[in-house]
């Protein structure tokens, strides 16, 4: 699986921004896909993850903000950021998994294919 990360930028805090990740190389419906990011010194975390068609799983600091959907394609992934707070800057990286539905969540870090990332300022 390739995937390839845009639409990042820089916003003031209460806008709003969304990244696409476009993605191929498989079947990236049948795959567990999500968006994480990561700030200098600090560990990647998860941010939004969707297993196929099921309902999203969101990290408590974005639920109600953020929106992860697929384009009508299945081949690219977004991520829909509104209300965005200075802690909200990072690095976001998307990910896939070959993880199933149980695993499919924001807690751990994936092993799978990465993007390179897309830079979100927030000032």
């Known amino acids: 699986v390739q995937l390839v990360e845009s639409g990042g930028g820089s916003v003031q805090a209460g806008g709003s921004l969304r990244l696409s990740c476009a993605a191929s190389?498989?079947?990236?419906?049948?795959?567990?896909m999500g968006w994480f990011r990561q700030t200098p010194g600090k560990e990647r975390t998860g941010v939004a993850a969707?297993?196929?068609?099921?309902?999203?799983k969101y990290a408590n600091s974005v639920a109600g903000r953020f929106t992860i959907s697929k384009g009508n394609a299945k081949d690219t992934l977004y991520l829909t950021m509104n209300n965005l707070q200075p802690e909200d800057t990072g690095m976001y990286y998307c990910?896939?998994?070959?993880?199933?539905?149980?695993?499919?969540?924001?807690?751990?870090?994936?092993?799978?294919?990465w993007g390179q990332g897309t830079q979100v300022t927030v000032s």
């Open positions: 969707i297993y196929r068609e099921t309902t999203p």
């Open positions: 190389g498989y079947r990236v419906g049948t795959l567990c």
């Open positions: 990910a896939a998994t070959q993880r199933n539905w149980a695993g499919c969540g924001t807690g751990t870090v994936w092993s799978g294919a």
